[in-house]
């Protein structure tokens, strides 16, 4: 039985979505917070549900009692912690979401994992952790250079998952994403964002003048990895951070998509935001060696699929921050 927190959420919603498909029985939690549209994610659940292993609470994680309640009720062999306050513009506007939902929900959750001696625990910490380097690709030994408040809460929950788990029987992975995209993507995010902006013949807002490098990584190889890794039991604490390890320039991934939609964008270029980072490109050669996945979508073939998805997709209002 799994526990996936974050189900609502872009990547929980995939991952439940696929472990449904291997007939694996899930609780998903989510406290379906207005972040971003909260009919979208309402949307997303309504989805899982179809699926009789789905079962859905609706609840706060950083409320202890609530945490406690779930592990009570059910024998669960794997965790997957997505639940968390995403996004590095908004952390300068309400750091203390970051502390709350980042920090005090992962310290109550791995507190549940060491008291129910749980099998295996996956934690989703980010890419951000490593924030500018000079040499790339990066790889898992490279230092922490957190440019924002949200990876300095995700090297807080590494930090802690290390200390409080230590000598315990769970196998414990950690692993580093960097900038996922896909069908039922995230509002707040590029892609989502320029499609959304497209629909609505909208000018599209573009920062540090599209010249940023970023590592496109296909939500459905995101979570196809992480179902291996859910299924591999090692007594050492795993670091990995999950990339294509193709970045691209932003101003090129607009290209593309200009070319997918046969439209121009409308386009606004700006500066440079704060905290955000330069480049993004990881290494994946340590989890290509783990656990032999080889076939990660290219930009071409992802974009093609999430715009597909796109033009189906009826409930485009749901992309619009709706409180
Ligand atoms: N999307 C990416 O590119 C990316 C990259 C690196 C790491 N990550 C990490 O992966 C995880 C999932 O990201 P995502 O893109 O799916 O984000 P998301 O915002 O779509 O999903 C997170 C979900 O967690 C829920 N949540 C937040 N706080 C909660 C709480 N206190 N109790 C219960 N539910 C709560 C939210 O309502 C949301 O549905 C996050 O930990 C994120 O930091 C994402």
Redesign the pocket.
Known sequence: MYLI??????????MSKLLLKKNHKIVG????????S?NY?KY?ISELKKNKNFTFY??????KK?VEKIFLNYKFTNVI???????VIYSYKNPK?YY???V??TDLLVDQIKKNKIKHFI??????VYGDHKKYPINENFKFRPKNY?ART?ITCEKLIKKKLKNTNTSIKI???????GPY??P??LILKLLSLIERNKTVKIYDFGNQMRDF?Y?KD?VNIIYLLSNKIDRNLKILN?CASRPIKINDTILLVQNILNKKIKLRYENKRKGEMKITYGSNKELIKYIKFKKFTTIKNGLHETIKWFKKFKNKNLFIKIK
């Not at 934690?123 to 951000?128: D, R, V």
Request: net charge positive; proline share 3%.
């Open positions: 927190t974050g189900c609502a959420g872009f990547i929980g919603f995939h939690i989510d406290n379906l917070n207005s972040y971003y909260v994610k997303r609706k609840f706060d994680l950083s409320q609530n912690h997505f639940a968390a306050q995403p996004g979401s709350t939902n980042n005090i929900v934690f989703s910490s980010s890419s951000s949200y995700k692993i580093r994403p960097f900038t996922v995209y993507g995230r707040d995010m990584t939500v995101v999950i």
